[in-house]
């Protein structure tokens, strides 16, 4: 069931990644939903998946350079980090993982698409407004697809994010 619960979620990222790339609205909606099952699943699992959405993107886009696929195998090593050094539960601050996703995979596909021989100014022209966009969605989506995707694992009796962190308590085997 896990398997199927990742799979709806990265279908409905690319889906709707690319229905909003042709209509030249880019948003990092798959970053954060990659995110989202990094904090929740083990690290082998969702560094297939992302690997696998990576290779996706990179041959939907027409990169020359994978880029995604560097770009998507970085998040569940940031998942992992923030399971490790952060509470989960308050949903407030899930913002600034959205935030920093959302930066993760805006500025190097910035990078990659500046040319030295264009001007500077189209850096600031075209890729600031994109970097600022995505930021603030980021900031925004993220704890709401957090409360959204939360509520369908645990009406599939999967791992939730507020509880990624906590471990469960062994059971003892005592006899009292």
Do not use: E
Request: glycine letters at 6%; proline letters at 6%.
């Amino acid at each position: 069931m896990t398997d199927v619960f990742i799979l709806l979620i990265i279908f409905v990222g690319i889906f709707t990644q690319s229905v909003l790339g042709t209509a030249g609205i880019y948003l990092p909606i798959m970053a954060l939903l990659l995110f989202y099952i990094a904090v929740n699943f083990n690290i082998i699992r969702t560094l297939f998946y992302a690997l696998l959405c990576g290779i996706l993107a990179d041959a939907a886009s027409g990169y020359q350079f994978p880029c995604h696929i560097f770009i998507y195998s970085l998040l569940p090593l940031l998942g992992l980090y923030w399971v490790k050094i952060h509470d989960l539960r308050p949903l407030y601050l899930n913002f600034f993982p959205g935030i920093l996703v959302a930066a993760i995979q805006i500025i190097p596909l910035a990078l990659i698409r500046f040319r030295f021989d264009d001007p500077a100014f189209q850096l600031f022209h075209k890729w600031i407004p994109i970097l600022l966009a995505g930021i603030i969605f980021g900031a925004l989506f993220m704890p709401l697809a957090i409360a959204i995707l939360d509520y369908f694992a645990h009406a599939l009796k999967v791992t939730r994010y507020q509880d990624a962190g906590s471990k469960p308590q062994a059971k003892s085997r005592r006899w009292y």
